[in-house]
């Protein structure tokens, strides 16, 4: 029996019950009922700008979209965005998902924390991002009805410290590497968290680099290898 939020129907397939008890077994309170928010609010703007996606599809990838915060998914190096895309990636394939919407998937989670590209990328990448920004930033927040935030909020609750909770979150699944928050928005919560931490700099990088400018200026006229007579 499907639930209804919001007139937005929860999936009930086995791949999406299975992907529920996953986050439900692995995530906070507050990280499940985060993810299935970002996936109704994903969904009401769907419907409200008349795309097409697949909800399990774009189910998938709202619950798994903060799994790679978690130790059991979390990797040494990657980006958390990039280890969460991983395991919906595996998740998805032990289901026989095509890969063209797998891929759809990895990308709406490894793209979520990076404004300004999503929205240019098929559906459910763009509404992934657009449940995070609705739900995380306030993003759109009057383009949805008060009684479809309501509902959504009555079934998932928020709680009166959600904010600094999310944040917590955030610090708590990138402080052991913090190298993977150069250019994205988790090095504002670093910054917040970590009194030791440290932003790396891009032009920094740029003048710091092994080139020695002065001593690799290209070919120069008559360089060529050869003279006409």
């Not at 739900?135 to 709680?159: C, K, M, S, W």
Request: glycine share 8%; with cysteine; charged share 25%.
């Amino acid at each position: 029996m499907h639930t209804m939020i919001a007139g937005i129907k929860i999936p009930d397939s086995k791949m999406a019950r299975e992907a529920t008890q996953l986050v439900r077994d692995i995530e906070s309170d507050l990280l499940f009922h985060h993810s299935t928010r970002v996936f109704l609010f994903g969904a009401l703007t769907g419907e409200r700008k008349q795309l097409k996606y697949n909800p399990e599809l774009l189910y998938v990838g709202a619950m798994f979209h903060d799994m790679g915060l978690m130790d059991a998914y979390s990797s040494k190096h990657a980006r958390f965005e990039v280890d969460g895309a991983n395991a919906a990636r595996d998740f998805l394939a032990g289901y026989g998902v095509a890969e063209h919407d797998i891929e759809q998937v990895w990308d709406a989670i490894a793209l979520h924390t990076t404004p300004g590209i999503p929205q240019y990328k098929k559906s459910v990448v763009a509404l992934v991002t657009a449940g995070v920004e609705m739900d995380v930033l306030g993003i759109a927040y009057d383009d949805f009805t008060e009684d479809q935030r309501n509902q959504v909020v009555q079934a998932h609750p928020r709680g009166s410290k959600f904010k600094e909770g999310i944040i917590d979150a955030f610090a708590k699944g990138t402080i052991h590497k913090p190298e993977t928050t150069f250019g994205n928005v988790k090095a504002d919560v670093l910054a917040l968290k970590d009194p030791s931490y440290k932003r790396l700099n891009f032009c920094s990088l740029i003048r710091g680099s092994s080139w020695n400018d002065d001593n690799h200026n290209g070919a120069r006229c008559g360089d060529r290898g050869h003279k006409h007579g």
